[in-house]
């Protein structure tokens, strides 16, 4: 008989453990596909959910607060449910995903098509303050810090209460935060922050709010084992992609599992509505991570694309897809560091993708039967001697040229008449910030200059001078200076010494005492620098070195003197230097000169210069920035070069 007892339970537990296999969720195999049409269109013929408002008190703001929720259909106080923690964004309120994407739709027909785990979504109000209502100035101060309170108010205050009120789960893996915008980088801080609270997490379009990526995620080992999902969407044209793009390459670079998708849109309810549609067939089920790389990134339009156009669009891997309408067009090619060939398809359209490009700005053409010229989707720049196409490629350490919430210097224009070339002529001209209202202050000046076949918009515009400048002024690295970009094509050849000669006295002769009549700038060479790049660093070469009385600091980029070329010019300098090797090191405070490694089409050249200084021993800095000769290179030589200027 006892025998008999112990086979039965054997059997009972055999026959459970099959119920229970035949009652897991099947496991997600593949990609989860967009939302097709329809997907948030009510169908009254299922089975719908139930929108309600609750009412809960918080302790972190001393108010009793709202949420809007959704209960499933056929939801049951006698099951236990998983929750989603769904953020708005800065504007909004708890009742911004329902007017704006209409969640219960949404969630209704996934459920109806047995693509949906029964889950209760919760909606709160993430502006955790007293009066928490998306009024006035939502960007106020008191308002952005509210958001991040929010944190204290969800985990102390909501979640308790929505276990209080619903039958739930209360771990971490039936536990989801989800968000779009503000909300999606709340999701991103709390949920990641927080991995003993959720196990799932999920950032919509994510804003600035969200942290750096090695303090979002300190120990990716520790995400790696304790996330079941983490998903980042965000559309392609949406001007705050760089939050997602860097954390997602931040989780690459550490190796977490994560779905990064991207789609063609911008900042809108199109893109949240989707990831909402993606990202909960996901939870709360078994996931398949080999298949999050399998997620489509759609390329970028260009920073430098015009008004709408879509083209030129950047890949996460920074390939860059060309589609050209050409119908009568023979041939075209792109040219972007080298020539591809493009093809048509029968609307007559020409695409191509090229390799990976390196980061910052590149010139580039479109050559259509033999011809080169700039693509007028693009932005356009007087360099390669013409007007030619340029693209700026992403860069994740890019933030010192980037346009920020800090104090603006202004680009000004000043014309003049060239006694030495009888022409009009004309200068950009930084002025830091605070200069028309500090009208008693003198400040320093540095004078820097373009590169070959580029003119004087070249550092304002390729460049990104005044960015830069701006950057480092309210960082306190650099001290408030004027910045004087002169054009340096006198009409004389550009690389003999009749050029180079013209140059120096139109520099001291007008341009220096120009600029020193119109704008406050100091007049003793210790309140003077020249610089430049290529071209511009055999001026500062030529006219610097021996005028060391003038200018205290010399910068040398991507230059040196062109062997055999040169040989006469340099013999000149060597022998001056010889002669004057005190007075030049006794007048220079910094003499530096840096080039963009061994792939910079100057660096022999400038090789074989450093090592005369070194036998004449004429006191400088060397140093290198990997990108060959590029303004990637120039815009980091100048971000070093103007914080050691006039300490």
Wanted: proline share 5%; with cysteine; hydrophobic share 40%.
């Amino acid at each position: 008989m006892i025998k008999l007892i112990k086979l039965l339970r054997v059997r009972l537990l055999l026959l459970a453990g099959t119920a229970f296999l035949f009652s897991m969720p099947v496991f997600s195999q593949g990609v989860i596909a967009p939302a097709a049409a329809g997907f948030d269109v009510e169908n009254t013929t299922i089975p719908h959910g139930k929108i309600d408002t609750v009412s809960y008190y918080s302790k972190t703001v001393g108010v009793h607060r709202k949420a809007i929720t959704y209960t499933p259909p056929g939801y049951s106080k006698n099951k236990r449910y998983p929750v989603l923690y769904l953020l708005h964004g800065i504007g909004g309120d708890e009742k911004e995903w329902l007017n704006g994407a209409k969640p219960q739709l949404i969630l209704d027909n996934l459920y109806a098509a047995g693509k949906l785990e029964p889950m209760i979504v919760v909606m709160p109000n993430g502006r955790a303050m007293k009066d928490d209502r998306a009024t006035g100035n939502v960007m106020a101060k008191d308002k952005i810090e509210a958001f991040s309170t929010f944190e204290k108010d969800l985990l102390n205050d909501l979640i308790p209460f929505v276990e209080k009120k619903f039958r739930v789960y209360s771990d971490r893996e039936h536990r989801a935060i989800a968000g779009l915008s503000m909300g999606g980088g709340q999701s991103l801080n709390f949920g990641l922050g927080n991995l003993q609270k959720f196990a799932w997490v999920g950032g919509f379009s994510s804003a600035p709010n969200t942290k750096l990526p090695a303090e979002l995620i300190p120990d990716p080992k520790k995400a790696k084992e304790m996330l079941k999902l983490l998903f980042i969407s965000c559309g392609a044209s949406d001007n705050l992609i760089v939050n997602s793009k860097r954390t997602h390459d931040y989780l690459v670079k550490t190796n977490v599992p994560h779905i990064y998708f991207i789609e063609p849109g911008v900042h809108d309810f199109k893109i949240w509505r989707n990831g909402l549609y993606m990202f909960s067939q996901l939870l709360f089920k078994p996931v398949d991570t080999a298949a999050f790389s399998k997620y489509p990134v759609a390329g970028m339009p260009a920073s430098t694309n015009i008004g709408s156009n879509h083209y030129p669009q950047i890949m996460p891997d920074h390939r860059v897809a060309f589609n050209f309408h050409a119908p009568e067009a023979k041939t075209v090619q792109v040219d972007l560091g080298k020539k591809y060939d493009m093809k048509k398809n029968e609307s007559g359209n020409w695409t191509v993708t090229t390799d990976s490009i390196g980061e910052g700005f590149h010139y580039y053409s479109l050559i259509i039967d033999g011809v080169a010229l700039a693509d007028p989707s693009s932005k356009t720049y007087y360099g390669m001697g013409r007007m030619a196409s340029g693209i700026e490629i992403p860069f994740a350490g890019g933030g010192y040229y980037a346009l920020k919430d800090v104090p603006h210097g202004d680009i000004r224009i000043k014309k003049y008449f060239s006694k030495n070339t009888n022409s009009w002529r004309q200068l950009y001209v930084y002025t830091p910030p605070g200069y028309d209202a500090q009208t008693e202050e003198k400040y320093p000046v540095l004078y820097i200059l373009h590169g070959g076949g580029e003119d004087e918009t070249g550092w304002s515009n390729q460049g990104k001078a005044g960015l830069i400048l701006d950057n480092l002024i309210a960082a306190q690295k650099a001290k408030p200076m004027i910045v004087v970009m002169p054009d340096a094509n006198v009409g004389a050849a550009a690389f003999a010494e009749a050029g180079l000669k013209t140059f120096e006295s139109e520099l001291k002769e007008v341009i220096i005492p120009l600029v020193e009549t119109n704008y406050r700038a100091k007049k003793e060479a210790s309140g003077r620098a020249l610089a430049g790049l290529s071209m511009g660093g055999m001026h500062t070469l030529y006219t610097g070195i021996k005028n060391t009385d003038l200018f205290a600091y010399l910068g040398v980029f991507s230059s040196g003197w062109v062997v055999p070329r040169q040989n006469a010019i340099a013999d000149g300098q060597y022998a001056f230097i010889k002669d004057h090797k005190d007075e030049i090191n006794a007048n220079l405070r910094q003499f530096w000169i840096a080039m963009g490694g061994k792939t910079d089409i100057a660096y022999n050249n400038c090789q074989l210069m450093l090592n005369q200084f070194r036998d004449l021993k004429v006191n400088h800095t060397y140093e290198e920035y990997p990108g060959g000769h590029t303004w990637p290179v120039w815009r980091n030589n100048l971000y070093k070069f103007a914080s050691l200027l006039f300490m």
